[in-house]
T-cell receptor
Framework: SQKIEQNSEALNIQEGKTATLTCNYT??????LQWYRQDPGRGPVFLLL?????KEKRKERLKVTFDTTLKQSLFHITASQPADSATYLC??????FGAGTRLTVKP | DAGVIQSPRHEVTEMGQEVTLRCKPI?????LFWYRQTMMRGLELLIY????????DSGMPEDRFSAKMPNASFSTLKIQPSEPRDSAVYFC?????????????FGSGTRLTVV
């Protein structure tokens, strides 16, 4: 079956470090992947989209990579801050979402 | 723009009752999506519309669920009769186009509790 999986349910890191979240897909070749942030009690908020012909996309402290060989996207937050604590979701181009990774950045 | 507006924010109802959730998408957005989020199943796509026409309803769990979009500025998701397992947060999202760099804009959700 077609799946989109986010490897870690939760990730705890120290402030200032780089957080790396993983999104893997199987039996499917998306034309693009999206990353969203969701805070408790709120709807997901769109962060970045990366297309299959793009290796890397950046936005301020955020960086996303797309490896079609590994069928994987990595989402990085550099110089992480406690305010970055949230759940991060990846989504395929058919609007299906992964389960999300809950990131906690400790001061 | 006020964003995607959902109502009500919270709904508590008894099993067997009809529930109607409402959504007003962003003006000019041609796509509207309904999602359901639970701890167990995550964020699930239920149905989406393009220019008010349902395109994919394969995620609608069963016949008790129905969705309509009578015009470009309004959509409803109805559950009749409701069951405790329908308890979840229901999100509406809209988008100008799909496969676009701007992603989808979500509403704040409706938390449904069926007792």
């Amino acid at each position: 079956s077609q799946k989109i999986e986010q490897n870690s349910e939760a990730l705890n890191i120290q402030e200032g470090k780089t957080a790396t979240l993983t999104c893997n897909y199987t039996n499917y070749s998306p034309a693009y992947l999206q990353w969203y942030r969701q805070d408790p009690g709120r709807g997901p908020v769109f962060l970045l989209l990366i297309r299959e012909n793009e290796k890397e996309k950046r936005k301020e402290r955020l960086k996303v990579t797309f490896d079609t060989t590994l069928k994987q996207s990595l989402f990085h937050i550099t110089a992480s801050q406690p305010a970055d604590s949230a759940t991060y979701l990846c989504a395929r181009d058919d609007m299906r979402f992964g389960a999300g990774t809950r990131l906690t950045v400790k001061p | 723009d006020a964003g995607v507006i959902q109502s009500p924010r919270h709904e508590v109802t008894e099993m067997g009752q009809e529930v109607t959730l409402r959504c007003k998408p962003i003006s000019g957005h041609d796509y509207l999506f309904w999602y359901r989020q639970t701890m167990m199943r995550g964020l699930e796509l239920l149905i989406y519309f393009n220019n008010n026409v349902p395109i994919d309803d394969s995620g609608m769990p069963e016949d008790r669920f129905s969705a309509k979009m009578p015009n470009a500025s309004f959509s409803t998701l109805k559950i009749q009769p409701s069951e405790p397992r329908d308890s979840a947060v229901y999100f509406c999202a809209s988008s100008l186009v799909v496969r676009d760099a701007y992603g989808y804009t979500f509403g704040s959700g409706t938390r449904l509790t069926v007792v």
